[in-house]
């Protein structure tokens, strides 16, 4: 017999399969788990996840931290959480700030920003373990061309939601909201950004809005995805059907998932580099732009690491 729970639970369409590791600047060992262009299902308004780690950093040179030098973004919000060593960042609009284990990092690049992203001054002396992830997150086109912002978001901000009585699990909800618990991050439309951990056995069955598309990411461990219980396995992310309400994932091992689910955007998507737009012709200007100096200057000072 069917359940309500069951006719609302959303099915895993694919399992993206893990990709190959290469290194953004000389800081950040990643796999793109999934990146807009080369998936076809919908991952609206997910533009891209970048898995950092985990990886162990033998102490550096303070004078010469690990990371990527200056650089430019439009058109979208990149989201950096960390959850082991340190990063610290800087940009034209004069934030900045380090973030360390359960911090987040908002940034709303939008009509254009120059950042950069290295290990923190303390990290990069004393080395360790690292792992990270930073999303890229598309802003519709009546925001793309808004003025930058930067939500520093800090682990103490997030709520967690137990869910022993539910399956289990423990849920940092850093956008979006689960019950009663409300993201501290402020986003432009509706989406979830959650952090889930479980232990083996451990199984839960999360309320997501009607219409929200949806990606769970195993970051480390092994879970069973969705209706079929799908099983997926570290960097490997299963996309979920659209339809349905209800995202099962339970815990093969001890496992660390990312789950994102929002309202799809359904604009065209055309992107270069740090530029992600809605026309070839508004990918020509932002690189014109950018070497026009139109994207802002880096505060005065040494890097603020
Ligand atoms: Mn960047």
Redesign the pocket.
């Known amino acids: 017999m069917k359940t309500a729970a069951g006719e609302n639970m959303k099915k895993v369409v694919t399992v993206l399969p893990t990709p190959e590791p290469h290194w953004v600047g000389d800081g950040f060992p990643v796999r793109s788990l999934f990146s807009y262009g080369l998936q076809e299902p919908d991952i609206s308004p997910f533009l891209l996840l970048d898995h950092a780690g985990p990886h162990n950093f033998e102490p550096g040179n303070v004078n010469r931290p690990r990371g990527?030098g200056v650089?430019p973004?439009r058109g979208f919000e990149?989201v950096s959480i960390a959850y082991q060593g340190e990063v610290s960042h800087r940009d034209s609009t004069g934030q900045g700030g380090t973030i360390g284990p359960g911090d987040v990092q908002w940034?709303t690049a939008a009509g254009g920003i120059l950042?950069?992203?290295f290990h923190s001054q303390n990290f990069t002396r004393s080395g360790g373990p690292f792992h990270m992830v930073?999303l890229w997150v598309n802003l519709p086109a009546s925001h793309k061309m808004n003025p930058p912002s930067y939500q520093p978001i800090l682990a103490r901000e997030i709520p967690t939601v137990d869910l022993s009585a539910s399956g289990g699990g423990k849920l940092r909800v850093i956008a979006g909201a689960h019950g009663d618990a409300r993201g501290p991050a402020r986003t432009v439309t509706p989406m979830n950004v959650w952090d889930l951990q479980q232990r083996g056995g451990e199984s839960a069955t999360l309320t997501v809005p009607e219409g929200h598309n949806a990606l769970v990411a195993v970051l480390t461990g092994r879970a069973h995805i969705g209706a079929a219980a799908v099983p997926v396995k570290q960097d490997e992310v299963a996309v979920l059907e659209r339809a349905g309400t209800a995202l099962r994932v339970s815990a093969a091992t001890d496992c660390m998932v990312l789950i994102l689910t929002g309202e799809p955007l359904g604009e065209r998507v055309i992107g270069y580099g740090?530029f992600v737009m809605n026309t070839r012709e508004q990918i020509m200007q932002a690189i014109d732009d950018f070497n026009r100096g139109k994207f802002g200057e880096m505060p005065a000072g040494q890097p603020a690491v």
């Open positions: 990527v650089h973004h990149t940034m950042h950069e992203e930073q740090p």
